[in-house]
Structure formats: structure tokens, C-alpha cells
Nanobody
């Protein structure tokens, strides 16, 4: 049974920072591309950042580039999302999954709320 558990969300004022964690179990991630996604009521669940495990290559959407950093800890089977200079439009539920995502792997996500 694959389990992805997100944590680290919370409430923060605009300009603040948060660090999200995603602990993976039951999944071999050494040869995968892992990603962070976010979901809002007005938009569907969309990718914001991804990391190729083997070579540590990364990709960020334009709206978060320079503010978010995706990293990994191979020993802990964990990926992180360091979020800085947060904006109200970053408010969403954040999830981790493969890229492309597996529909059966979605966890509960972690809520990030940024106040103006």
C-alpha cells in the first residue's frame, strides 16, 4: 500500500515562509520524478514544482520560481517544499505525488493559508 503523508502547512502572513514535507512509504522513488501540486476551489489540482530523483533536476512554474525550492532526503524517502515570500494566491491545499500523478496515491494534503 502506497502512502504519501504531507505535513508542515499552516497560516502565515504575506511575505512569510513555510516548509512542507512529504513522507513516502511503499513506493520506490529512486527512479521517479516526484512533484508538489496544489488545489484551490477556483482551479483544479495543478503542479507547482517537480524533482527528478536520480539527477536532482528541478522544474518550477513561473509564479513560484525564485520563491519555492523542492529538495529530497533519500534516506528518509521524503521530499520538501521550502516556500518563501508567500503571497495570498499561494493559498491552497498542497499535495505530493509522482509526475505524472498516480490517481491512487493522493494523500490528504496540507493546507497553506496566506493572509494579506
Amino acid at each position: 500500500q502506497v502512502q504519501l503523508v504531507e505535513s508542515g502547512g499552516g497560516m502565515v502572513q504575506a511575505g512569510g515562509s513555510l516548509r512542507l514535507s512529504c513522507a513516502a512509504s511503499g513506493l520506490t522513488i529512486w527512479y521517479l520524478t516526484m512533484a508538489w501540486y496544489r488545489q484551490t476551489p477556483g482551479q483544479g489540482r495543478t503542479l507547482v514544482a517537480r524533482l527528478r530523483w536520480m539527477d536532482n533536476s528541478t522544474f518550477y512554474i513561473d509564479s513560484v520560481k525564485g520563491r519555492f525550492t523542492i529538495t529530497k532526503d533519500n534516506a528518509r524517502n521524503t521530499i520538501y517544499l521550502q516556500m518563501t515570500s508567500l503571497k495570498p494566491e499561494d493559498t491552497a491545499i498542497y499535495y505530493c505525488n509522482e509526475d505524472p500523478p498516480d490517481a491512487g496515491y493522493w494523500g490528504r494534503g496540507t493546507q497553506v493559508t496566506v493572509s494579506s
